[in-house]
């Protein structure tokens, strides 16, 4: 009962420091848009392009509700950042509408990895510390996933487990 009382003590006490609670809201934000994205990672690995549409249209509309929302006085993001924050959720507003209308399985994979690329930038400016960047050599491409075994999407049923972790 004590470390429970001391733990949430702690907590409490840290979402009081200035900065904690945007930086929480910016992980919450990148973690439901992380949700959507996981979802598409786990249909190419399955090599299927079921779904990824309808998750694709959800990171657009979470990126642009962010950017909408966003207020560079209230956030925790750093003045450095600022526009760099703004940017990577511009495109990846951009690179999910593309995403929304694959056709494809090869060009669902490709989209993803472009997808990935500012999804990494996100992932740094929110402070995630759930997921792993992966990385396969055969495909010579990246992406996000939980920590834990790989699962390769752009190799997908052929190669699920090819790559590693390059980064944390």
């Not at 009382?5 to 907590?11: H, P, Q, Y």
């Not at 400016?125 to 050599?137: H, M």
Request: hydrophobic letters at 40%; a negative charge; one cysteine or more.
């Amino acid at each position: 009962m004590k470390d429970y009382r001391l733990s949430a003590l702690l907590i409490a006490s840290l979402l009081m420091i200035p900065g904690v609670v945007g930086a929480k809201e910016a992980l919450t934000d990148y973690l439901e848009m992380s949700s959507q994205y996981e979802a598409i990672r786990l249909a190419l690995l399955g090599d299927s392009t079921e779904g990824v549409a309808e998750h694709a249209r959800a990171i657009q509309d979470l990126a642009k509700g962010q950017l909408e929302d966003f207020d560079a006085v209230k956030s925790s993001v750093p003045g450095q950042d600022i526009a760099t924050f703004e940017a990577t959720l511009q495109e990846i507003q951009i690179v999910a509408t593309d995403l929304s209308s694959i056709g494809s399985l090869s060009s669902a994979r490709e989209q993803f990895f472009a997808l990935t690329k500012p999804m990494a930038r996100y992932r740094k400016l929110s402070g995630d510390q759930d997921s792993v960047v992966a990385y396969c050599p055969m495909a010579q491409k990246a992406w996000i996933q939980p920590a834990g075994e790989i699962g390769n999407p752009y190799l997908g049923q052929e190669m699920p487990k090819c790559g590693e972790v390059v980064g944390e």
